[in-house]
């Protein structure tokens, strides 16, 4: 099959657009795009009722995760679910040690040591399999330059950004709700199909990361790349306009990051429609 008949195939194949709508509006609800996800219901004509309550809880307790204040955030928790925390062990010693980086990097190395001699040191004699995060940890307060520490990642922006998705997803779960949005699902069916095929020596049209940034050039801060984890990569685009700040900003920002991601994953469901 050359390409000419690929993209002609593809054309032919119709994808309902209410199946579109309703993997975007998935994405902005799970990803806590409150305001977008209202609009966006709204707009598509879509019926399905969107618990705004639960979205705002799950992402005042990310943010406070986000912004290093996890004790905030697991005291959110505790007053939303408690059994949230109490039931999922490894979950709440990743907030402790989210904690004890957040106090490494502040510079108390006296309340580190008294924080994880107290606090983390229990939940290793617990659970040893705890003692390796400990000791990476810790290991943080060996270098004054953490640019040069082994751990140093653990002090990216990115490590705050993994145990809020952690914790917003066992609040998911806690609520029987899916954990990941199926954006991302399809970004990985559609990156898993193309490698699939490039391995079998079929040249087709590829989908790259890099044409969604350049159809939305406000996707560029995500750094999507061809060989990311389109998880990571959604997640990325997810957080880009919650930076830039604005209700209204963010809500439209939303929109648009959905919106390019839904376009990878209408190839993704065509192209699987499709014989190779």
Same mark, same amino acid.
């Given at each position: 099959? *050359?390409?000419?008949?690929?993209? &002609?195939?593809?054309?032919?194949?119709?994808?309902? !657009?209410?199946?579109?709508?309703?993997?975007?509006?998935?994405? =902005?609800?799970?990803?806590?795009?409150?305001?977008?996800?209202?609009?966006?219901?709204?707009?598509?004509? %879509?019926?399905?009722?969107?618990?705004?309550?639960?979205? /705002?809880?799950?992402?005042?307790?990310? +943010?406070?995760?986000?912004?290093?204040?996890?004790?905030? @955030?697991? *005291? =959110?928790?505790?007053?939303?679910?408690?059994?949230?925390?109490? +039931?999922?062990?490894?979950?709440?010693?990743?907030?402790? &040690?989210?904690?004890?980086?957040?106090?490494?990097?502040?510079?108390?190395?006296?309340?580190?040591? /008294?924080? /994880?001699?107290?606090?983390?040191?229990?939940?290793?004699?617990?659970?040893?399999?705890?003692?390796?995060?400990?000791? !990476?940890?810790?290991?943080? #307060?060996?270098?004054?330059?953490?640019?040069?520490?082994?751990?140093?990642?653990? %002090?990216?922006?990115?490590?705050?950004?993994?145990?809020?998705?952690?914790?917003?997803?066992?609040?998911?779960?806690? &609520?029987?709700?899916?954990?990941?949005? !199926? %954006?991302?699902?399809?970004?990985?069916? =559609?990156?898993?199909?193309?490698?699939?095929?490039?391995?079998?020596?079929?040249?087709?049209?590829?989908?790259?990361?890099?044409?969604?940034?350049?159809?939305?050039?406000? #996707?560029?801060?995500?750094?999507? !790349?061809?060989?990311?984890?389109?998880?990571?990569?959604?997640?990325?685009?997810?957080?880009?306009?919650?930076?830039?700040?604005? +209700?209204?900003?963010?809500?439209?920002?939303?929109?648009?990051?959905?919106?390019?991601? @839904?376009?990878?994953?209408?190839? +993704? %469901?065509?192209?699987?429609?499709?014989?190779?």
């Amino acid at each position: 099959m *050359d390409v000419v008949d690929w993209q &002609q195939r593809m054309s032919e194949v119709a994808v309902d !657009r209410v199946l579109v709508n309703r993997l975007v509006l998935d994405y =902005l609800v799970i990803e806590g795009y409150k305001d977008a996800a209202e609009a966006f219901s709204r707009e598509s004509g %879509l019926s399905e009722q969107i618990d705004v309550a639960s979205i /705002a809880d799950r992402m005042a307790i990310r +943010a406070a995760v986000q912004r290093g204040d996890v004790q905030a @955030a697991i *005291d =959110l928790v505790d007053a939303l679910d408690p059994q949230i925390l109490r +039931a999922n062990g490894t979950l709440a010693f990743h907030l402790r &040690q989210q904690q004890l980086i957040e106090i490494i990097r502040s510079g108390a190395v006296d309340d580190a040591l /008294a924080f /994880a001699q107290t606090t983390l040191a229990p939940a290793g004699e617990a659970n040893p399999a705890f003692l390796d995060e400990i000791e !990476r940890t810790m290991a943080l #307060l060996a270098f004054e330059d953490t640019a040069s520490c082994p751990v140093g990642h653990l %002090l990216d922006p990115s490590h705050r950004h993994k145990t809020a998705s952690e914790l917003n997803g066992a609040i998911l779960a806690a &609520q029987s709700s899916q954990r990941e949005p !199926r %954006l991302p699902i399809c970004l990985r069916m =559609l990156l898993w199909a193309q490698q699939d095929l490039a391995d079998k020596h079929v040249v087709v049209p590829r989908v790259a990361p890099d044409q969604l940034v350049a159809a939305h050039p406000e #996707l560029d801060a995500t750094k999507m !790349r061809a060989d990311e984890p389109p998880a990571a990569a959604a997640a990325a685009a997810a957080r880009a306009p919650r930076a830039r700040g604005g +209700a209204a900003a963010g809500a439209a920002s939303g929109v648009l990051a959905a919106a390019a991601a @839904a376009r990878a994953a209408r190839v +993704a %469901l065509t192209g699987a429609s499709v014989p190779s």
